[in-house]
């Protein structure tokens, strides 16, 4: 029997961008060989050591879910209630998340399509849009799972490199990016808050992009996971309610800022027009609908007041944890600690091989964090560091980052280099780069 993968997924392992970065699947395999590269021919040796006793602070732990959310999943359990099942409820709460948060009318049952999470909310927005060939926008760096799934699907993917700072903080190009929209796409995708650099975009930003795809006659897809959880100072406003509302999709779902990924459920939110055949391509393609638990879940998340009092929580541990991580990190002369405007990882620039600084903090500290240049060409001398970890485990994790920071011969033998805008960046034309 072969064993050969198929070809839209083998694209997935091998690629390689003009400047000989590899995909994020193997980049990421060398740190998480438990997690990823199962199609690579055999995993790095090294990445395996000391495995029992990391760390992890590149994926994170995640908070502890409310006792309200797990009291509404164990009712349902209770009740025997786990067959297929549709509360018009949930529908409904989201529609009011909307509408109290955006200032949005959305129809509960057209205008909103339930998913068994974010990630397969996008996935099946990616099913419905695209075609083999047809050309998608994608800012570098960005939540990586967007160029997978558009990648697999046959689509020819364009990254635009975001702008990097003096203090190696990450922003949009936002006319570099409308002017790649404008050489013509099907879908432009964009994370807000992004992951993996913590930027929010503003409003104005936004409606600019959104006049651009108009131009084009494209479509916006944007990842909203992260909308709950923004830092003081910042703002996350919807593209529901700053784009072109008849051709911007949302994907979105209460996992992260309800801690409850391993329940998993999200949407779509968007114009009809779009979202109509969701439930046939969803069957055509066995996309998982919600389970029964998740569905209890998200009917505990989104009402008040646990919609607004839960994130709030969180947002408190994410600061706290993002300053104990930049302390940790301003011990060695040349990082760079950016402002983080939302989200749920801090992106400090390094300036050095960002893969093997991970690789040599994982064997000689026991800390686990993820390679920036798993995110795209401009993640390159950056590494992520999750913040949602319970303060106990974090401070564990932070310290052990500092003894390790201290002593592992990577810094002590290489200069680290300036952050300053475009370092790292070899140059190369963004199509074809590798990221995500």
Request: hydrophobic content about 45%; charged content about 20%.
């Amino acid at each position: 029997m072969s064993r050969r993968l198929a070809d839209r997924v083998l694209r997935n392992y091998e690629w390689q961008d003009p400047a000989g970065q590899c995909s994020p699947i193997e980049i990421m395999s060398r740190i998480y060989p438990e997690m990823f590269g199962r199609g690579l021919s055999a995993p790095s040796p090294e990445s395996t050591q000391g495995d029992a006793d990391v760390v992890d602070l590149g994926i994170g732990t995640y908070l502890r879910t409310d006792p309200e959310i797990a009291r509404a999943v164990s009712i349902g359990v209770q009740a025997r209630d786990l067959h297929y099942l549709r509360l018009p409820e949930v529908n409904q709460l989201v529609a009011q998340k909307y509408l109290d948060e955006q200032g949005v009318t959305l129809d509960p049952q057209s205008q909103i399509f339930l998913t068994a999470g974010a990630r397969t909310a996008m996935t099946l927005a990616l099913l419905r849009l695209l075609n083999p060939g047809e050309r998608v926008v994608i800012p570098d760096p960005d939540y990586v799972g967007l160029h997978h799934v558009a990648r697999g699907l046959g689509a020819t993917v364009v990254r635009v490199p975001m702008r990097r700072g003096p203090d190696g903080a990450l922003s949009v190009d936002l006319l570099r990016l409308i002017e790649t929209v404008r050489e013509g796409c099907r879908l432009v995708m964009i994370t807000n808050p992004n992951n993996p650099a913590g930027y929010v975009w503003s409003p104005k930003e936004l409606a600019a992009l959104s006049e651009a795809i108009a131009e084009m006659d494209a479509v916006l897809l944007v990842n909203e996971v992260y909308d709950k959880l923004t830092f003081p100072g910042e703002r996350h406003v919807s593209a529901l309610a700053a784009c072109d509302p008849s051709r911007s999709i949302v994907a979105s779902g209460p996992g992260k800022a309800y801690d409850i990924t391993g329940l998993a459920l999200g949407w779509l939110a968007g114009p009809e027009e779009l979202l109509y055949p969701m439930a046939d391509v969803s069957f055509m393609f066995h996309i998982p609908m919600p389970s029964a638990a998740a569905l209890y879940a998200a009917g505990a998340a989104l009402s008040e007041p646990l919609r607004s009092q839960h994130p709030a929580r969180s947002v408190a541990i994410l600061e706290e944890n993002a300053r104990l991580a930049a302390e940790a990190f301003a011990q060695v002369p040349g990082f760079e600690f950016p402002r983080i405007g939302g989200g749920q990882f801090a992106f400090p620039w390094v300036g050095v091989d960002d893969v093997e600084l991970c690789l040599q903090l994982k064997k000689a500290a026991g800390v686990s964090l993820m390679p920036g240049s798993a995110w795209g060409r401009m993640g390159r001398g950056h590494v992520r560091v999750a913040l949602a970890n319970m303060p106990e485990i974090h401070s564990r994790a932070v310290a052990r980052l500092r003894a390790g920071l201290m002593r592992i011969d990577l810094l002590r033998s290489r200069r680290i280099a300036a952050p300053c805008p475009g370092a790292f960046d070899p140059g190369q034309p963004a199509a074809g780069s590798a990221g995500g």
